[in-house]
């Protein structure tokens, strides 16, 4: 097996069916990271999967389970977890995705100007109302129609 040192780090996001139980998603997010594994990757970490509404429909659902694995591989094996991803009938759809290694920075400090307060502009009386009961009255108007 290769160094940890010569793998990319990357992360998989899943949309698992929403009629899962919680120990079949255990199971099947178990049966990912062993798919991992067995490409030559190396699991880091994993986030809870949650059930979550969506935005729109994937293969006519409305909801799913959601969720992610962060892990190491070599380039040439997420073509082979990718391929294998889109062959399970469990899985809405999925995303691999390459991280970008985390630059530490430095904190900076930060000076934060402060401006004068803004004062409100006071309308003439005879403006303000006119328009303001003009206003009140198409806007009825237009709630009537609805």
């Keep these: ?3 940890l040192s010569q793998k990319q780090q990357y992360e998989l996001a899943f949309h698992l069916l929403p009629s899962f139980t919680e120990a ?3 199971e099947k997010r178990r049966a990912i990271e062993e798919l991992i594994s067995k490409s030559g990757g190396l699991v880091s ?6 059930k979550i509404k969506l935005a729109y429909p994937l293969k006519k659902e409305g909801f799913s389970n959601f969720g992610y694995i962060e892990f190491f591989a070599p380039g040439e094996a997420i073509e082979k977890i990718n391929k294998n991803l889109m062959a399970s009938e469990d899985l ?3 995303l691999v995705i390459k991280k970008e290694e985390e630059k530490a920075s430095k904190p900076r400090a930060v000076r934060i100007k402060r401006e004068k ?4 502009a006071a309308l003439p009386e005879e403006a303000g109302g006119k328009k303001t009961e003009e206003l009140d009255k198409k806007i009825e108007e237009i709630l009537e129609k609805i």
């Design 1 to 3: 097996m290769e160094e």
């Design 117 to 120: 307060p803004i004062q409100e």
């Design 45 to 50: 970490r994993y986030g809870e999967i949650k």
């Design 24 to 26: 079949e998603l255990d």
């Design 92 to 94: 809405l759809r999925h």
